[in-house]
């Protein structure tokens, strides 16, 4: 495929990942509510919420590096979903996938956060980047157990190609990391928690826990973009987990049924906790979960 | 309806500071004279509408999506706490509450509105963005209601901010409350629902109104 | 409480006993006893609990009527009194040093009824009414619904007589 189709492909593939990452949340929401008794709000309801946002006549910007925040953030999540190849084996959606790309993409996991940190510290408010260094001191603490049970990936499979690592998982269930890789998987599910932000990692989004920072100060448009942004980062980390340790996707209905049932693992756990401080979360992501990793990369150097 | 042209008040020449840039800028006449170019200092303007098919379909996401700020001002508070339990349940209708006013686009006003009320609710529906409604509910924000003849509590809250749905009752039922919101949504859809221009174009009369009666006025004259 | 009213009735001129329920007693203390008759209440007998301190404007009288009610949790009983001050300069002694929570108590009543307390902190801080200029406002020379109609303004009445309009919607044949 030449570059251009291989681009327009590229683009339709975003375009079906934002789609299903917003369906997702508001999924979400409405198991959320029928489990509390409730009815809930209808299925596309972040869609309008993103129109209505972006509807807005008047929006507040203190500065350049304010109005760069989300554009930082929404970079990230698409960087982000551009390097993961999404259907195993089709030619259209696996984006642009290359070696080396894993490591590629836990940068960007991570860039995302880190332009929305130096955004937010220049809001309207003197101390709003308190609520900025939770956030971070937070993603940081979750990607020690991720970054381990990476490592242990590419020791098993000696590769760091997606592709490649989600080629050595066909053939059957028995093939997936799943079952190949159990303490790989157990650490990087529960960095997964920290992640996706449910309970009980949720004290980063949650606005009514210190009312500055980004959850509060931004608004109209640019709240439009970070929730389209929210869309398009959690349908590329679920691609990622599906294509690390699930066994990939060949068609789309796989890939939505995979993601579905990784997603309804945080959702569950996150119904059913309340909320770490910011300090305990570090303390409980650097004890089990890393020794798990650290196990996980033992066993495969032996 | 035939749009006016807005109506300033200018800030006669000999009474402006050196750092006011002309005609229609705000003094914040309130502020200590140090911190008085640390504010903003331009007027609301009035927001100019698209074309008709796109108000249309803007219109409808934002009666789809309303978000209420989440500020008690008064006895009606107690009124929003049902609506978001599992019987009334405004969430099925879009509706969230918000901490920040920022990010809200309703602003419902519950009960009666003393000074040092007011002068919170000025200042935070100033801080609203884009077209932004009032829900007025029970009858103390109507006129006075049972604080009719209090020397604290003022009795008609469409002087000093422009409002959109009145409820009544003391304290309305939720189920009340909820028609008001559906009057709402029907009023914004046609595209009647235009407070923030109102404000902007009557900006001067309303703030007269304000600091008459606040008269310790220490905030910028336009809290953005 | 009778032999409470009796014991301390001499040495600090209590006067005009009433006794509503068992716990419950009331008494009438001048200005100049107050302050030790409530550390020997609160030291002595027990009334470790400043319940609430409020005021009655007597405006035929010419006096304001202050009223503290203390509380013994030991014995369960409630113990009113009652201090006049003149109407023109009413001083009393702040009784913060005894409870802190008078602070609070004070303040209100120096914002509503103008009452002096010499050396309460804070008492000068708007507790409701910020930016208040005028008399103060619980007092029954203070005409409020004069006030108010002449700094707010009014909405005028609707005449819309509801009932004569849902007779009319729901019974037309009547």
Request: hydrophobic share 45%; net charge negative; no cysteine.
């Given at each position: 495929m030449n570059i251009a189709s291989k681009l327009i492909w590229a683009f339709i593939s975003l375009g079906v990942v934002t789609v299903w990452g917003l369906t997702l949340g508001g999924i979400v929401y409405k198991i959320f509510a029928r489990v509390q008794g409730r009815l809930g709000p209808?299925?596309?309801?972040?869609?309008?919420?993103?129109?209505?946002?972006?509807?807005k006549r008047t929006s507040i910007s203190h500065g350049i590096m304010y109005y760069l925040g989300p554009v930082f953030r929404i970079a990230g999540g698409i960087g982000t979903y551009m390097f993961i190849p999404v259907l195993f084996g089709s030619a259209h959606?696996?984006?642009f996938s290359m070696s080396g790309d894993l490591l590629l993409v836990m940068y960007f996991i991570f860039f995302g956060q880190l332009g929305m940190a130096l955004g937010a510290g220049e809001g309207g408010h003197p101390y709003s980047a308190i609520g900025v260094s939770r956030g971070l001191a937070q993603m940081t603490a979750f990607e020690v157990p991720f970054a381990l049970s990476v490592i242990s990936l590419a020791m098993q499979y000696k590769t760091l190609n997606i592709t490649d690592i989600v080629a050595a998982q066909q053939g059957g269930f028995l093939n997936w990391t799943l079952f190949t890789n159990p303490l790989a998987v157990a650490a990087a599910m529960i960095a997964m928690l920290g992640m996706n932000m449910h309970n009980p990692f949720s004290i980063v989004i949650a606005p009514q826990e210190i009312p500055i920072g980004p959850p509060t100060e931004y608004q109209s448009a640019f709240l439009g973009l970070l929730a389209t942004n929210r869309g398009i980062f959690n349908g590329a980390k679920l691609v990622l987990f599906m294509n690390l340790y699930f066994g990939g996707a060949t068609n789309l209905a796989a890939l939505v049924a995979k993601t579905f049932c990784i997603y309804m693992f945080s959702v569950f756990v996150?119904?059913?906790?309340?909320r770490f401080r910011a300090e305990d979360s570090i303390r409980f992501f650097l004890k089990v979960p890393t020794l798990v990793g650290i196990a996980a990369v033992l066993l495969w150097t032996l | 309806m035939p749009e006016d042209k807005e109506i300033v008040t200018p800030v006669p020449p000999a009474e402006r500071p050196e750092w006011v840039k002309d005609e229609r800028t705000l003094t914040n006449s309130g502020l200590p004279e140090e911190e008085r170019d640390w504010f903003c200092d331009a007027r609301p303007r009035r927001a100019e509408k698209s074309w008709r098919v796109v108000e249309n379909f803007m219109n409808w996401a934002r009666?789809?999506?309303?978000?209420?700020?989440?500020?008690?001002?008064g006895c009606g508070a107690i009124e929003l706490r049902p609506l978001v339990t599992a019987r009334y349940d405004i969430s099925r209708l879009g509706m969230q509450m918000r901490p920040t006013p920022r990010q809200a686009s309703v602003f419902l006003i519950g009960g009666y509105v003393s000074l040092k009320t007011l002068k919170r609710i000025v200042r935070s529906y100033e801080q609203m963005q884009g077209p932004k409604f009032v829900v007025a509910v029970c009858s103390c924000a109507i006129n006075g209601g049972m604080y009719w003849d209090s020397y604290n509590t003022i009795k008609r809250?469409?002087?000093?901010?422009?409002?959109?749905?009145?409820?009544t009752g003391c304290m309305p039922r939720p189920e009340a409350v909820l028609a008001g919101f559906n009057l709402l949504k029907k009023l914004i859809r046609e595209g009647k629902a235009e407070g923030q221009n109102l404000y902007a174009d009557k900006f001067d009369w309303f703030k007269a109104n304000q600091k008459q009666v606040i008269t310790d006025w220490n905030m910028p004259d336009y809290n953005w | 409480m009778r032999q409470l009213y009796d014991q301390l009735k001499d040495t600090y001129r209590l006067t005009e006993y009433g006794e509503r329920h068992p716990g419950q007693a009331a008494a009438q203390v001048p200005a100049e006893r107050?302050?030790?008759?409530?550390?020997?209440l609160r030291d002595a007998h027990g009334f470790s609990h400043l319940v609430l301190m409020t005021c009655v404007d007597w405006l035929e009288q010419g006096q304001f009527q202050v009223t503290y009610i203390l509380h013994n949790h030991t014995r369960r009983q409630d113990f009113i009194l009652k201090?006049?001050?003149?109407?023109?300069?009413?001083?009393?002694?702040?009784?913060?040093?005894l409870w802190k929570q008078a602070r609070v108590y004070q303040r209100e009543l120096h914002e509503m009824f103008g009452l002096e307390f010499p050396g309460s902190p804070g008492i000068d801080e708007p507790m409701i009414l910020e930016s208040w200029q005028g008399p103060p406002p619980m007092r029954r020379d203070f005409d409020t619904r004069k006030f108010s109609e002449e700094r707010y303004s009014h909405r005028p009445r609707s005449h819309s007589e509801p009932e004569a309009r849902m007779k009319e919607q729901l019974y037309p044949e009547d």
């Open positions: 209808p299925v596309w309801q972040p869609f309008i919420d993103i129109f209505k946002n972006n509807s959606f696996s984006n996150g119904a059913a906790f309340p | 009666a789809h999506s309303l978000w209420i700020l989440a500020f008690g001002t809250i469409d002087e000093y901010i422009p409002v959109d749905v009145y409820v | 107050l302050t030790s008759l409530l550390t020997q201090v006049r001050v003149d109407r023109a300069h009413p001083v009393l002694p702040s009784i913060h040093t």
